[in-house]
């Protein structure tokens, strides 16, 4: 235990069961949760849609809300509740030091220009003229900066005073990982005392689905849960709405303010396999060996997606150990790309916290965990490439 220990201190989570740490560990404990679940909107693909949203309760500016698109505003809330968790928002000195890491999207594209340009392009050939009449006459001005990735990062510095130093990173469950694992290692070796980490997802977007269907990783069909999805037509992922942002700090700055504390996270390990050569397997279980798991039974909080190759390494590789257990947790909150990391760190830090396992979430592929679980997995193995995991302790 040293002074640089990096220690969890607020939570905020929004996901289509609801907001907030203690709404999720509710509905996540709780028996018989069923997943929320619209299979109408985008058939044959299903989501897990948002809950309502108050945006006025972190957002208190309308303004602020109507030039941000739903990610940023998702992201911006989701923040938000992080701070208040941490018994932070409030604390202008506090917010004004804090440094912040983002993993973000490209932002959402104007569908409706989309379908104006393509519409006119069955019957116009010059088609490099065409895209310019439709980027001067139809774009509004402020499209492009509500794209810009570090938009996010840039509205929860004014809409929540967080003005310290800001990195964004891009790349999906890997910028998640990136970004947690960034954060982590500032707090760790001193340079910076208190971090806001996270990232969020809109999947109820055509553009979003778009992104995943050009590479058939969309699962088709009666929804499945993640790990039961092998074989199904599609690719197997089942996309879902949500956010999730983490307050890491010192453990010297947490007891100097009586922070009320979590967890402990230990080192987060990533990793990039080469997968048309057959190395994510063994990527996962070097991983693994890095983490240094304990002897003891361990629950491993694992973001599969429900990707057929990546869900299935993954699933031989922690049932490989007979020390994990593990929890599919995307089964009830969908896949949320690059939040889905800071995610499944939240959501282990909930299980040391309470010194409770959650109940199996998919009873034909998961098995009990007795016991009080001390330290928990973190898992991402992106459905297209990146590798990570970090282990959560008592601290």
Not at 20 to 25: I, Q
Not at 148 to 160: K, T
Not at 172 to 180: L, T
Not at 311 to 322: G, M, Y
Request: proline share 4%; charged share 20%; aromatic share 6%.
């Amino acid at each position: 235990m040293t002074s640089h220990d990096v220690v969890i201190t607020g939570i905020g989570l929004v996901s289509s069961l609801g907001e907030g740490p203690d709404a999720h560990w509710q509905k996540l404990t709780a028996t018989g949760t069923k997943p929320v679940l619209d299979a109408e909107r985008f058939a044959p693909y299903t989501v897990h849609p948002l809950p309502e949203i108050d945006w006025n309760l972190q957002i208190a500016k309308r303004g602020d809300q109507r030039q941000m698109e739903t990610w940023q505003r998702l992201g911006t809330y989701t923040a938000g509740l992080a701070l208040d968790d941490a018994g932070i928002k409030t604390d202008e000195a506090l917010c004004s030091t804090m440094d912040m890491v983002v993993a973000a999207g490209g932002g959402e594209r104007d569908v409706a220009v989309d379908n104006t340009i393509l519409a006119a392009s069955e019957s116009r050939p010059d088609f490099d003229v065409l895209l310019n009449e439709k980027l001067t006459t139809e774009l509004r001005p402020t499209l492009f900066l509500a794209q810009l990735s570090n938009l996010l990062a840039g509205n929860i510095s004014i809409v929540h005073k967080v003005t310290g130093s800001s990195r964004t990173f891009m790349g999906e469950e890997g910028a998640g990982v990136a970004a947690v694992e960034t954060a982590a290692a500032r707090v760790r070796s001193g340079q910076s005392t208190h971090m806001l980490v996270g990232g969020a997802f809109q999947t109820e977007h055509p553009d979003m689905l778009l992104g995943y269907e050009l590479g058939a990783y969309l699962h088709r069909g009666a929804w499945k849960p993640v790990w039961q999805r092998a074989g199904s037509e599609g690719g197997g992922v089942v996309s879902g709405s949500g956010g999730a942002f983490l307050v890491l700090e010192s453990r010297e700055h947490a007891e100097k303010r009586n922070a009320r504390v979590y967890a402990e996270l230990g080192p987060v390990r990533s990793g990039r396999a080469r997968r048309k050569r057959g190395e994510l397997g063994s990527t996962i279980e070097t991983l693994l060996k890095a983490a240094n798991l304990p002897q003891s039974q361990v629950l491993a909080l694992s973001g599969a997606s429900g990707g057929h190759a990546a869900t299935s390494a993954e699933k031989a590789a922690i049932d490989a150990h007979a020390g994990l257990t593990a929890r599919g947790f995307g089964t009830l909150t969908g896949h949320m790309k690059e939040a889905q990391f800071p995610f499944a760190v939240a959501l282990a830090a909930l299980a040391v916290h309470n010194k409770a396992p959650y109940p199996v979430f998919d009873a034909a592929s998961e098995r009990n965990f007795n016991g009080i679980p001390e330290q928990v997995l973190a898992t991402a193995v992106g459905y297209h490439q990146f590798e990570g995991l970090a282990l959560v302790s008592a601290a």
